[in-house]
């Protein structure tokens, strides 16, 4: 049986082998989201089809509304014609619960898809005529950090964002000046209110999606390609709002064991295809079973009850503050702990990280004693119950197919937000010091040392990519597994950079301890595992 509309008429089949169905009135449902549209949302990979569209599934379900989503993808528009529209936009979801179990759900939400193409004027026309309806509320995001970007490593304007700046909001080309040229559309229409909201797994996410468009508008004006009014119009929060927001859900790569296990139920056309955009995608998606997603309660036009799926709306300070629990403290900083060493010591599997004692011990130390400490808590979620969740289930799943290497993807742009907010609170403390510090410090250590790309049995890896490493490798070039070489004139100059580490770590007392872990650790052969059992 094939997942499509066609595959969906015979329900009894796929209840008989387990599968949960949408319980509305699919056509229905589509015909009224695409005449007036509620909810849009921009990137259709995994998360979204995991997270945002089961959500508007719920809803629907419930008979909390009579509306699904809209889902525009502005980066592979593969994903489109081979995912969406050669399924019917159906998708299933699969569980992956710690206890063993899985649930299986057929995700029907989806009332249309679209390629976010400047180049197909009828799909970005499309586009163009759902964000200028009255009844859209919202458009979500999630189109990773680097999606908001207008600047390279060295913060020059990239080319496509300069082209669009100058050229105005009629065809232009890059992500985010394909977002501002919408939300134009909609100012034309009569200034009709509306929330963008980022839910990337970034801090201050509605800040980097706002910075962004605002920056489009500002450079029409100047251009005199769009009317000044935009400008006022995106900065007014009575009628566009950015609300920053908190996500949390893990959601790897489609599993060949899924996939296998899809398959003996009879599912076909299930093999995942990898695009030319090298995005891997299935028209299944495998998820862990924990997720939060807390939202600031600022919508201009209103929004879908989604409350009553689970998500939390809250104050700007409240999102904050989880936002922080969770990236500088709880979780974030475990799983860059875990994605480093497991690429130096050869693990494939996150859950298979947990099981080993020196790991185990090092994400106790880098959350419990380093991070727990200083943890905010915004009153939502405890702290203690989250992390401990963390540690307990949700990183020794052994039914969740993550992945140290897909983890230690840009860690570059990750160790200030998730260490150097911990470090500055304890050297700012009054009970702890610095010196206390064990576990970060080896983590980035353990990232110098993993830029080698040479595991601790001295074989050659893959380094995962990330936007500095051109950047970056120089500093370790010259490193080998030896006693006795100049690791401090090596990195010094590196550690001394606020933007990738959040502090100078001289400055604050860590220079010479990641020092030195990273000159115990390039001592030889297996000397990664023999300095974390000495530290640890």
């Keep these: 049986m094939i997942i499509s509309e066609e595959g969906l008429r015979d329900r009894a089949w796929w209840e008989e082998r387990g599968y949960g169905l949408p319980r509305y009135d699919r056509e229905a449902m589509i015909r009224r989201t695409r005449e007036n549209p509620v909810w849009i949302h921009f990137g259709a990979g995994n998360l979204f089809r995991a997270y945002h569209a089961a959500l508007a599934q719920s809803l629907l379900n419930a008979g909390a509304t009579d509306r699904g989503i809209i889902v525009a993808e502005g980066f592979d528009y593969e994903i489109v014609e081979k995912m969406n529209r050669s399924h019917d936009d159906y998708s299933i979801l699969v569980t992956l619960k710690s206890d063993g179990t899985t649930e299986k759900t057929v995700v029907g939400a989806v009332a249309e898809s679209v390629a976010m193409d400047e180049r197909d004027r009828a799909a970005f026309g499309r586009l163009r005529e759902i964000f200028a309806k009255d009844s859209l509320q919202l458009a979500t995001f999630t189109i990773t950090e680097k999606g908001y970007g207008l600047t390279d490593a060295k913060e020059e304007t990239l080319p496509a964002v300069a082209a669009d700046f100058a050229a105005g909001p009629e065809r232009p080309v890059s992500y985010m000046g394909k977002v501002a040229s919408l939300l134009y559309a909609r100012y034309l229409s009569g200034k009709k209110p509306v929330a963008l909201v980022s839910t990337d797994n970034c801090s201050h996410n509605g800040d980097r999606l706002f910075t962004a468009v605002d920056a489009f508008a500002r450079a029409w004006a100047k251009n005199k390609k769009a009317e000044t009014g935009f400008v006022d119009y995106v900065n007014d929060r009575e009628r566009v709002s950015f609300p920053w927001s908190m996500i949390d859900k893990i959601t790897p790569r489609p599993d060949g064991a899924v996939e296998q296990m899809l398959l003996a139920d009879g ?174 410090p080896l983590v980035l250590a353990g990232w110098l040392r993993y830029l080698l790309g040479v595991d601790d049995q001295g074989n050659s890896f893959a380094v995962s990519p990330d936007p500095l490493l051109n950047v970056l490798r120089p500093f370790v070039e010259k490193l080998t597994l030896t006693e006795n070489q100049d690791v401090e004139a090596a990195v010094s100059e590196l550690l001394r950079m606020e933007n990738i580490f959040g502090v100078n770590l001289f400055v604050v007392g860590l220079g010479e301890t990641v020092i030195g872990f990273l000159r115990e650790m390039t001592a030889g052969k297996g000397s990664v595992r023999r300095t974390l059992e000495r530290y640890l």
């Design 267 to 440: 599912v076909e056309e299930t093999a995942p295809v990898v695009t030319s955009k090298k995005t891997y995608a299935a028209p299944f998606v495998n998820a862990e079973e924990t997720q939060y997603l807390v939202i600031e309660d600022a919508f201009p036009n209103g929004r879908p009850p989604l409350d009553k799926a689970g998500v939390i709306f809250a104050a700007k300070a409240v999102v904050d503050q989880a936002e922080r629990m969770k990236v500088c403290t709880c979780l974030n900083p475990l799983h860059t702990a875990l994605a480093v060493f497991g690429c130096l010591l050869g693990y494939t599997k996150i859950s298979d990280e947990m099981k080993d004692p020196d790991l185990l011990k090092l994400v106790e130390q880098v959350g419990r004693r380093e991070g727990l400490p200083v943890a905010v808590d915004p009153g939502i979620l405890d702290p203690a119950v989250f992390l401990d969740t963390v540690i307990r289930l949700r990183l020794p799943n052994p039914f969740m197919p993550d992945t140290p290497q897909r983890i230690a993807t840009d860690t570059s742009q990750k160790l200030a937000v998730r260490f150097g907010g911990t470090i500055r609170a304890f050297a700012a403390s009054e009970k702890h010091s610095v010196s206390e510090l064990r576990g970060i």
